[in-house]
């Protein structure tokens, strides 16, 4: 069965740092570029990052650039956004979601139940 799991959201202060994962299982992750898009509350949904499916390639919505990082380990299935400098403005539920083109520009086929990331003092 074809599921993507994200983890390791949570609560942290601005300025804060949080991993988040996703576990793929039930197809090949290496054929597929992967992205994270993200919704707040009354907002639409908004492309945070993607990467390639040969983790050559990755790209950055100006609101994190230089702040998060994606990479992927396709031995281990899973997809990383590390969240640095986290601000208020980055709560949202994040989700993976599985894609066929570079850089994630159209709609994923599949995608996560989704983690949520909160940034609060």
């Known amino acids: 069965q074809l599921q993507l799991v994200e983890s390791g959201g949570g609560l942290v202060q601005p300025g804060g740092s949080l991993r988040l994962s996703c576990l793929a299982s039930?197809?090949?992750?290496?054929?597929?570029?992967i992205g994270w898009f993200r919704q707040a509350p009354g907002k639409g949904r908004e492309g945070v990052s993607c990467?390639?499916?040969?983790?050559?390639?990755?790209n950055y919505a100006d609101s994190v650039k230089g702040r998060f990082i994606i990479s992927r380990d396709n031995a281990k299935n899973t997809v990383y956004l590390q969240m640095n400098s986290l601000r208020p403005e980055d709560t949202a539920v994040y989700y993976c979601?599985?894609?066929?083109?570079?850089?994630?520009?159209?709609?994923?086929?599949?995608w996560g139940q989704g983690a949520q990331v909160t940034v609060s003092s």
């Open positions: 039930g197809f090949p992750l290496d054929y597929y570029d």
């Open positions: 990467i390639s499916s040969s983790g050559d390639s990755t």
């Open positions: 979601g599985r894609y066929f083109d570079f850089p994630c520009s159209n709609y994923p086929d599949y």
